[in-house]
């Protein structure tokens, strides 16, 4: 008898402990993240270098926490270390900015990296999303010409 209570004791003990393990994982889950969202890496039509087709490769970027977060000082880079440091800029809660290679004027929904020549390479590359204290928030990678972009 004695044995019996022990041992569920023991059970329920392990059943908290368990729960205790996972309910943090399920918290942070719920949380949230800032997270590279896709990689549009093979503008439409012939690379020609033109500012359209240089706008037409982007990174998109969602904040699907419920806050905004300062993207201050964050880091976009590729594999071959091209990077846009990011500005004063927030990131709305649930909300999503594209990171765009060519020129533009800067808005809460896109921002222009300002180049004359094409980041993603066509058929393979690694983009890295780095917070302010250099600490990488994301990585993504695509090895394919099937398809022109990548969902992360």
């Known amino acids: 008898m004695l044995r019996s209570r022990i041992t569920a004791a ?4 392990a059943g908290v402990c368990a729960m205790g393990a996972v309910l943090p994982v399920q918290a942070q ?17 012939t690379d020609r270098g033109s ?8 990174v998109q970027i969602r904040n699907t926490t419920a806050k905004s977060v300062s993207l201050k000082g964050w880091t976009l880079a590729d594999a071959a270390n091209h ?3 990011f500005g004063t800029f927030n990131l709305g809660a649930g ?6 290679t ?8 896109n921002r222009y990296q300002g180049r004359a020549a094409y980041v993603w390479n066509n058929d393979k590359d690694t983009a ?16 394919s010409t099937k398809v022109d972009y990548k969902m992360c």
């Open 10 to 13: 023991v059970a329920a003990a």
């Open 83 to 85: 990077r846009y440091v």
């Open 102 to 109: 060519g020129k533009g004027t800067n808005t809460a929904a």
């Open 128 to 143: 890295t999303l780095k917070k302010s204290t250099g600490a990488t928030a994301d990585t993504c990678s695509y090895n």
């Open 51 to 58: 500012n359209a087709s240089l706008n037409g490769e982007y």
């Open 95 to 100: 909300k999503t900015v594209t990171v765009r």
């Open 29 to 45: 889950a719920a949380a949230g993240s800032v997270h590279l969202y896709k990689i549009y890496y093979d503008s439409p039509g």
